[in-house]
């Protein structure tokens, strides 16, 4: 079993940062690709960022120069550092990950997500 729990969202004033991290939990061995993905209001869920394992990194165009994804594969955690947030940055936020369980086929998981709202 294992478990992606994201966190760091909240209320932030256009301009602003935030930072989002996921963190995976259970019988993970190891884990490939960890992506962020983002779904708004009325709106299918688009992927923002990707982090390969081995610190490789791909952005939506709307994330390029403003957000920012990281990873420690020691604590099994991804980052994702959002700044000149805007408006049409509102969404809820999830952390998708490629896990390895020892004894298993890798397959993704998902996290719950957390909701960022840019609004002043």
């Known amino acids: 079993q294992v478990q992606l729990v994201e966190s760091g969202g909240g209320l932030v004033q256009p301009g602003g940062s935030l930072r989002l991290s996921c963190a995976a939990s259970?019988?993970?061995?190891?884990?490939?690709?960890m992506k962020w993905f983002r779904q708004a209001p009325g709106k299918e869920r688009e992927v923002v960022a990707t982090?390969?394992?081995?610190?490789?990194?791909m952005y939506a165009d709307s994330a390029k120069g403003r957000f920012t994804i990281s990873r420690d594969n020691v604590k099994s955690t991804a980052y994702l550092q959002m700044n000149s947030l805007k408006p049409e940055d509102t969404a809820i936020y999830y952390c998708?990950?490629?896990?390895?369980?020892?004894?298993?086929?890798?397959?993704?998981?998902w996290g719950k997500g957390t909701l960022v709202t840019v609004s002043s």
């Open positions: 259970g019988s993970v061995l190891s884990i490939d690709d």
């Open positions: 998708n990950a490629l896990v390895k369980v020892r004894g298993l086929l890798p397959r993704y998981y």
């Open positions: 982090i390969t394992s081995g610190g490789g990194t």
